[in-house]
T-cell receptor, first 108, second 113 residues
Framework: DAKTTQPNSMESNEEEPVHLPCNHS???????IHWYRQLPSQGPEYVIH???SNVNNRMASLAIAEDRKSSTLILHRATLRDAAVYYC?????????FGSGTKLNVKP | DADVTQTPRNRITKTGKRIMLECSQTKGHDRMYWYRQDPGLGLRLIYY???????NKGEISDGYSVSRQAQAKFSLSLESAIPNQTALYFCATSSPVATDTQYFGPGTRLTVL
């Protein structure tokens, strides 16, 4: 299973963009890159996923490096509700491994 | 109504007691999972089931057992609870047809005294 490296914490100002990095240098060619987030006192929720191409949805954008060894989750305009722990997870339809994630603090 | 429900939401028990945590889902998914989360840490997989007749151990299955009673129900048991099993427990479901996106329940906070 691919290992991931994420910053322990990051801080952002409200309504500014946030770029959350993830290093997954041992990812296999068939692993999708999933991102989940966990709001305080809740279970994790799906954010976005991709394989090779950059992806956009209503919550965020995912930028995947050409060599797939890293990816960046982009929140275009952070809100207070985006304060959460963000997990980057390489996944191949077997089982998920959640690391420690990045705790995002959003300042008003 | 929530797609994934867990009962109880909170439980305090004593060392040595048998505890069962229950999970039900209305999403029609075949795959179900049990995770545990300790304070300040990520989730760790305890057991998972890809269909009713399939049960697999995860990272930390020692001290736990599971039962998949139906497609919609997946129970986690602690046969003899110990204090270091005090944690937040999450159930999740997924479907490989839908890219295996996981949907989580609200969690059960278990305290073992």
């Amino acid at each position: 299973d691919a290992k991931t490296t994420q910053p322990n914490s990051m801080e952002s100002n409200e309504e500014e963009p946030v770029h959350l990095p993830c290093n997954h240098s041992t990812i296999s060619g068939t692993d999708y890159i999933h991102w989940y987030r966990q709001l305080p006192s809740q279970g994790p929720e799906y954010v976005i996923h991709g394989l090779t191409s950059n992806v956009n949805n209503r919550m965020a954008s995912l930028a995947i490096a050409e060599d797939r060894k890293s990816s960046t989750l982009i929140l275009h305009r952070a809100t207070l509700r985006d304060a959460a722990v963000y997990y980057c997870i390489p996944y191949n339809f077997n089982k998920f491994y959640f690391g420690s994630g990045t705790k995002l603090n959003v300042k008003p | 109504d929530a797609d994934v429900t867990q009962t109880p939401r909170n439980r305090i028990t004593k060392t040595g007691k048998r505890i069962m945590l229950e999970c039900s889902q209305t999403k029609g998914h075949d795959r179900m999972y049990w995770y545990r989360q300790d304070p300040g840490l990520g989730l760790r997989l305890i057991y998972y089931s890809f269909d009713v007749k399939d049960i697999n151990k995860g990272e930390i299955s020692d001290g736990y057992s599971v039962s998949r009673q139906a497609q919609a129900k997946f129970s986690l048991s602690l046969e003899s609870a110990i204090p270091n099993q005090t944690a937040l427990y999450f159930c999740a479901t997924s479907s490989p047809v839908a890219t295996d996106t996981q949907y989580f329940g609200p969690g059960t906070r278990l305290t073992v005294l």
